[in-house]
């Protein structure tokens, strides 16, 4: 399974013979960098919003969706029974619901038409969950939430309890008691990430936090109304990852305000701005965002020993989202011998050893544990900030934005994948991919062919308990995980 988008086609590859899924990181690290085909996205999307655990079988998924169906049957006998008591709370919620369905994403071709039955199913998902939770009932910005689940999902059950993990989230943000914790990491983060912009920000702002409301539906909402609906969508993938942050809409916004960065800077006054942030929506590419957005991410997780201790949970997923590759992957050696291995499997290779052999020579300086402040020793403006295209084509550009003049290492997207350079003790330059961990003394982008991939020169090796892992004597790397 190559770090690739998702497809109706490549999802079965990720089960196993009991229908589980082998390799749930595999799966988080591809939708986050590559995200989902539209139409395989019915299948994933349960999976990814909780509803099915990644480890069920398809006996248990049965079983979910038996209880899961008479859980909402229930739900729906509840509205249905407060409708005919004439209940003042649901009437309450029933009367803005309805103003609000009918204007719920309707140039979609989903729920376009008077009398469109999806409507009608828009309404009753939105009810059964004021059931569910009658604390927080019904507020708007909810249909916008549950809108583009069913139009994907596109089946009424399971879009309800999608619905209700995604609520689970984003339940604070209707309540308003997180909406002021994620301006306040947005602050935050621009602060520390790039001053100059901050600063002009605070200003604007007149050094009120309330006045950062300019981004308030950009999290209220997860950028739903910032996007088209199918680029709406491919964030939303990221941000349900947890790959490599449990934050990453927080990256998001970083990512536009650097994207604008030099218009936002002409600016001084407030009114102004928020004229022209509002003006940003649907006008936004949703690619450029993301792909600045991992900018930023990669780069404060490169210095993350420069961060404050707030901030440093901002770049890591919340304690159980992620789901780590074993603790072998690049750098420890696999303690194979020939003679441990059956004859029909391959030989351990030359070194297993990330980039040991291709060391520069005249350094005694040997890779170890990526995380030692000796492996990210970077000097401040080694490098200029800039962007430059490799010399083999297009589909290799290179962007290169050292850390507000903290990191003088760079950041470089290769076939989808993000390497950072980082630099010795002695400045001999080496490449760390912070998504696996996996050092190397070769450039990423020099081992790539003219096709624009590497070369798919993986080969399977065993340690001595039988355990696969891949090593690529292109790059000199060894993991764990499936590379194809």
């Known amino acids: 399974m190559e770090d690739q988008q998702i497809t109706s086609e490549t999802w079965p590859n990720y089960f196993n013979a009991d229908g589980q899924i082998l390799y749930e990181y595999q799966v988080r690290k591809c939708i986050f960098f590559k995200g989902i085909a539209p139409e395989a996205r019915p299948q994933v999307w349960p999976f990814l919003l909780a509803v099915y655990p990644f480890s069920s079988t398809p006996h248990q998924r ?17 509205w249905q029974l407060l409708r005919d008591r004439e209940d003042e709370s649901y009437r309450k919620n029933r009367k803005i619901i309805d103003k609000d369905v009918l204007r719920t994403d309707r140039n979609h071709p989903y729920f376009t038409g008077d009398d469109n039955p999806n409507l009608d199913t828009l309404r009753n998902l939105l009810l059964a969950h004021t059931v569910l939770d009658p604390e927080l009932g019904y507020v708007q910005g909810m249909n916008d939430i549950l809108s583009p689940i069913l ?21 604070n943000n209707f309540v308003n008691i997180s909406m002021h914790d994620g301006l306040r990491s947005v602050m935050a983060l621009t602060k520390f990430y790039d001053p100059e912009l901050a600063s002009m920000l605070q200003e604007c702002a007149h050094g009120e936090e309330e006045d950062w409301l300019f981004c308030y539906q950009w999290l209220l909402l ?18 349900w990852a947890q790959f490599s942050t449990s934050h990453f809409h927080i990256f998001v916004a970083l990512g536009i305000f650097q994207l604008y960065k030099s218009k936002i800077m002409s600016f001084h006054d407030l009114l102004e701005l928020q004229m022209f942030i509002k003006g940003l929506a649907k006008n936004m590419n949703v690619q450029e965002v993301i792909r600045q957005a991992l900018t930023v991410l990669w780069q404060l ?9 707030d901030l440093k949970a901002l770049i890591k997923p919340v304690e159980g989202a992620i789901f780590v590759p074993p603790p072998m992957i690049g750098f420890q050696r696999a303690q194979a011998k020939k003679n441990q291995i059956p004859k029909d499997r391959p030989t351990e290779p030359p070194s297993v050893f990330a980039g040991l052999h291709n060391k520069p020579s005249g350094s005694n300086q040997k890779l170890g544990s990526v995380g030692s402040s000796a492996y990210h020793d970077i000097p401040a403006g080694l490098l200029a900030p800039g962007r430059r295209t490799h010399p083999k084509g297009p589909q290799r550009t290179i962007v290169t934005q050292p ?19 980082c630099f010795t003790r002695e ?13 190397t003394w070769e450039s990423p982008e020099n081992a790539l062919t003219g096709t624009g991939r590497i070369p798919n020169i993986w080969a399977q090796y065993y340690t001595p308990n039988g355990h696969p892992y891949f090593y690529n004597p292109k790059l000199h790397v060894t993991q764990w995980l499936p590379p194809y």
Request: charged share 30%.
């Open 301 to 309: 997780k490169a210095d993350e020993e420069l961060l404050p201790n």
């Open 151 to 171: 139009a994907t999902v596109q089946d009424e059950v399971k879009s309800f309890w999608c619905f209700v993990s995604y609520m689970k989230r984003m339940r």
């Open 222 to 239: 997860d950028f739903k109304r910032e996007f088209e609906f199918e680029d709406a969508i491919v964030i939303w993938e990221r941000i």
């Open 62 to 78: 049965q079983t979910i969706d038996a209880n899961n169906s008479k859980e909402y049957a229930k739900l729906c006998e509840a």
């Open 427 to 439: 400045r001999h330059p080496y490449y760390w991919n912070p998504t696996t961990n996996i050092c």
């Open 403 to 421: 850390l507000a003049g903290r990191m003088g290492g760079r950041s470089a997207l290769v076939n989808g994948d993000i390497w950072i350079q």
